[in-house]
């Protein structure tokens, strides 16, 4: 082969599939990402400890300052505030040194819709064949880690669950972890 010639596009070679456009260097994003992280949690304890979230004490299902449970309420105001104050720094951060949020967090599209279509239902039947063996080896505990999210859904705070676990996790989780 000669060395003008490229070898067929394939997963482990061929060019690759994100070309970084960013002033960031590696170390940078890492640092950034944890400062971010660290930062985000100190917000939330600062915000949510200097607010009375519920009048009711712990362990207890009573109505706190916004009409949601006590404790569900805790819980998922602690994490809304995380995550937006997560949103927000990586968005700020993401404009340092030059870069623009779209290259430094690599918002671009990677492929194709199809291309996209084909990776939700490798997901789903990856998905799908996780569930069909944990159900097999240990069917008791298929629902373990459901269970808290379960009770949340069935509470008051269901709204807020909803848009902690389906808008904010994706969000903060996608530009923090993926983008940096």
């Known amino acids: ?68 449970a006590g404790d569900e309420a805790t819980v998922l105001l602690t994490l809304a505030v995380w995550q937006g104050t997560v949103v927000v720094l990586t968005l700020m951060a993401s404009a340092l040194w030059g870069g623009t949020p779209r290259d430094v967090l690599a918002l671009r599209p990677a492929g194709s819709r199809r291309v996209y279509l084909l990776a939700l239902l490798a997901m789903a039947a990856l998905q799908a064949g996780v569930a069909v063996v944990q159900h097999t080896l240990v069917p008791d505990d298929l629902f373990a880690d459901l269970r808290p999210m379960a009770r949340m859904l069935g509470a008051d705070t269901w709204p807020l669950a909803l848009v902690v676990v389906g808008i904010g996790a994706p969000l903060s989780e996608e530009l923090l972890f993926r983008g940096f």
Request: hydrophobic share 55%.
């Open 1 to 68: 082969m000669a060395l003008s010639e490229q070898p067929p596009a394939g997963l482990f070679r061929g060019p690759p599939a994100y070309v970084p456009r960013t002033p960031w260097s590696a170390a940078m994003a890492v640092l950034a990402t944890i400062l971010i992280v660290s930062a985000s949690a100190v917000a939330a304890a600062l915000l949510l400890g200097s607010w009375t979230v519920a009048d009711a004490p712990s362990g207890s299902l009573g109505r706190g300052r916004w009409g949601l």
